[in-house]
Nanobody, 119 residues
């Protein structure tokens, strides 16, 4: 089992920045693909960013078009933690942000952290 705990959410003005953290415990997640998703009120959960397995050469990253160029996903294998640096935040970024770990069909989710962006 992998436990994921997100932190770093809060209230920020449009144009501001936040860094979200996803701390994993239970086992190392270096062999897991790690992703961030978000769910705004009344909307479905949507993909934000992904970083590939750390045990493969060159963990590949990918982003939703809506955040490309503003958000950066990274992983610290020593800390068993994944980060999402969010810059130039927009009001439509208001959502609960979730961390996901996936490997060979096994998926774990965190409980989410709330981000509110005021205009």
């Amino acid at each position: 089992q992998v436990q994921l705990v997100e932190s770093g959410g809060g209230v920020v003005q449009a144009g501001g920045s936040l860094r979200l953290s996803c701390a994993a415990s239970g086992r190392t997640v270096s062999s897991y693909t790690m992703s961030w998703f978000r769910q705004a009120p009344g909307k479905e959960r949507e993909f934000v960013a992904v970083v590939g397995r750390a045990d493969l050469r060159g963990a590949i990253t990918n982003y939703a078009d809506t955040v490309k160029g503003r958000f950066t996903i990274s992983r610290d294998n020593a800390k068993n933690t994944v980060y999402l640096q969010m810059n130039s935040l927009k009001p439509e970024g208001t959502a609960v942000y979730y961390c996901k770990a996936a490997n060979s069909g096994t998926v774990f989710w965190g409980q989410g952290t709330q981000v509110a962006v005021s205009s």
